[in-house]
């Protein structure tokens, strides 16, 4: 039976930022054999049946799966995952993403990543270039591709992902990896459930050391699920020959972006 790959795209402003959820799935689906794509929206003003029909139509094109799933009120990012795995779990898939919407997949991101996860890893995350500061640094494309350059152009970014599947198939570097796009074998996700229907802690309302977080609901998520899977002696990798475009912060505006974060033109 062949595998099946769910990934969990979590929406908020889906509407008005349409064009990003769109790409994501576009690029998931062609990327992807047996993807099967959860959208989980975080209280998005002006959605409706009709959005839903047009990401039902892209999955479509794909002959794919999809599935959507509308919160009425905001609350944050981990609820919108939480939901997601439980709904992967439902559906009996075999590996699953706990990504972001503003992501680009290119081909074969996959390889490297299932290969991983079949060698003792719970957790592997690719590389990029706007990935986060959990894994501090160590998952910065620019690394391992000298002269990277950011743009969101399909052909380049194909350019990248195949020499980087070409040199470095197997590669891995065991460390924590960022929470744009974690994934696991749903054996993985269950064997560090943080309770019966939560895999991520629902509220994080501490630092580490000690500090208040201002967005207990939507960071410090996968962290905290870390550190517990580290508790448990499981490893999590960064796979070098995985590569995925990352936007990064899109919803919170042009005000955040800095660095390699980019917008679509």
Known sequence: MALRI????????????????????????????????LVVDDGTPGWDDKYVAKL?????????????????????LTRSWNWGLNKCD???????IAGNNDVIF?????????????????????????PGITARGKQEVGRYYPGYKVTDDAAYLSQVADRLYRDNLGKVVESEVNGFFQMCSMTGWRSNKWASTEFYKAVNKFTSKGRKNPTPHMTLNEDEWQGRARAKKMKMAIVLSSFIFHYRAVTRGDKYKRGQWYRQK
Request: aromatic letters at 12%; charged letters at 15%; hydrophobic letters at 40%.
């Open 6 to 37: 769910g990934f969990i795209c979590p929406t908020y402003q889906a509407v008005a930022l349409h064009g990003y959820t769109e790409i994501a799935l576009r690029t998931f689906f062609e990327t992807t054999p047996g993807g099967v794509a």
């Open 106 to 130: 290119t081909p074969n991101w996959h390889q490297g990543m299932l290969h991983a996860l079949n060698s003792g890893y719970t957790m592997v995350g690719p590389l990029s270039n706007a």
């Open 56 to 76: 039902q139509a892209i999955a479509a094109e794909y002959d794919s799966e999809l599935h959507a799933y509308h919160f009425p009120k905001k609350l944050g």
């Open 90 to 96: 439902e559906l009996d898939l075999d590996y699953v």
